[in-house]
């Protein structure tokens, strides 16, 4: 029998995981879990978002470390972890740049109407250009709101500050630090909501932010307004959107996370021209993703064997 720590994870990891751990770590699947208890188990790494929750953890009576590849851990019963004495790593940081660019492509995609001029160029209605088609909204010198000016919506700042555009930000604490270095201004999330030509959220989803952008939100917003959201698919109401792009109370949305995620392939938003979608691809660049191996690794590695972990949620 294998000698290396087992560790739970929704396998398959990445071929850069899989190697960096050989040697290792002993994979077990999720799948492969079963009903009873596993007390052999004795470390969690969340690959995708697998709910650990304090059912599962009671299965498995051993585990000394949750890992989380990503910084976001809203699948992870923290209160459950913490009450057991179980350290929960994440890796923050190292995604700012790659999340913070994925926002302004996707702003910039949707204010541009980048997506629907792609299938336009290649369709066969594409017969002379017109200069009266697919007219977009201004990017540069355009207002941005950001819900969430922490590690990533700094960063969102501090890009859009190159496009000139006027910065407005709501935290529950303002930030004076971030406020002074990136010329960003809080508001109350209503005035958020009315002034901004862009909203793009950066928050975690937590029991705060669930549903934040629901009906009433999307009604403060102007008709060509744009939301874009990186976050969490919960934290927007996915049926309201729905309807506010449809009657076209709003003027675009571009998602890289939605809820439930995917959405059914039937769904309306899917039909939608003024929708943009991505499949959770915020920090899916070789770089970020290959740091990302090595540091929720690092943090397996060390709750394992007892040591603090680089990063630690819990
Ligand atoms: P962070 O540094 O903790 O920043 C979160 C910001 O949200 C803080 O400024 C915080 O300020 C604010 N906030 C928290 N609760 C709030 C509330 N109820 N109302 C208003 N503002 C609130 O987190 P981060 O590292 O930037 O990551 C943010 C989230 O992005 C992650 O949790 C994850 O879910 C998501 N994410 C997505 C992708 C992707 O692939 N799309 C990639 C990476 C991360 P206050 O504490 O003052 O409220």
């Known amino acids: 029998m294998s000698q290396l720590p087992m560790v739970l994870a929704d396998l398959p990891v990445s071929r850069e995981l899989t190697r960096l751990a050989r040697g290792q770590v002993e994979w077990v699947a999720w799948d492969s879990l079963g009903q009873g208890t596993r007390p052999e188990i004795v470390g969690i790494f969340t690959y995708g978002h697998p709910r650990v929750d304090a059912s599962l953890l009671e299965r498995v009576p051993n585990v000394r470390v949750i890992s ?154 102007r008709p060509t307004s744009i939301l874009v959201n990186v976050a969490r698919g919960p934290v927007v109401d996915t049926e309201a959107l729905t309807q506010a792009l449809l009657h076209r109370e709003i003027y675009a949305a571009a998602l890289d996370v939605t809820d439930p995620e995917p959405l059914p392939r039937d769904h309306l938003l899917l039909r939608l021209p003024n929708v943009i979608l991505t499949p959770h691809l915020g920090s899916a660049t070789e770089q970020t993703r290959r740091q990302m191996a090595e540091r929720s690794l690092a943090n397996l590695l060390a709750g394992l064997k007892g040591e603090p972990l680089l990063n630690r949620v819990v």
């Open 68 to 221: 989380n590849f990503g910084v976001g851990v809203d699948h992870i019963d923290l209160e459950a972890a913490r009450s057991r004495g179980i350290p929960v790593g994440n890796t923050p940081d190292l995604l700012n740049g790659a999340t913070a660019d994925m926002a302004l492509a996707l702003l910039l995609a949707a204010g541009r109407r980048l997506v629907e001029g792609d299938y336009y160029a290649r369709s066969k209605q594409f017969t002379r250009y017109d200069p009266s088609y697919m007219i977009g909204m201004e990017v540069h010198g355009a207002t941005l709101g950001i819900f969430g000016l922490g590690r990533i919506g700094q960063e969102v700042a501090k890009r859009a500050r190159g496009f000139g555009m006027k910065i407005l930000y709501h935290n529950r604490q303002p930030n004076p630090e971030a406020e002074a270095a990136l010329a960003a201004r809080y508001v109350s999330k209503n005035a958020l909501l009315a002034e901004a030509d862009y909203v793009v959220l950066c928050v975690p989803l937590t029991q705060e932010t669930r549903g934040m952008i629901g009906k009433s939100e999307l009604a403060m917003m």
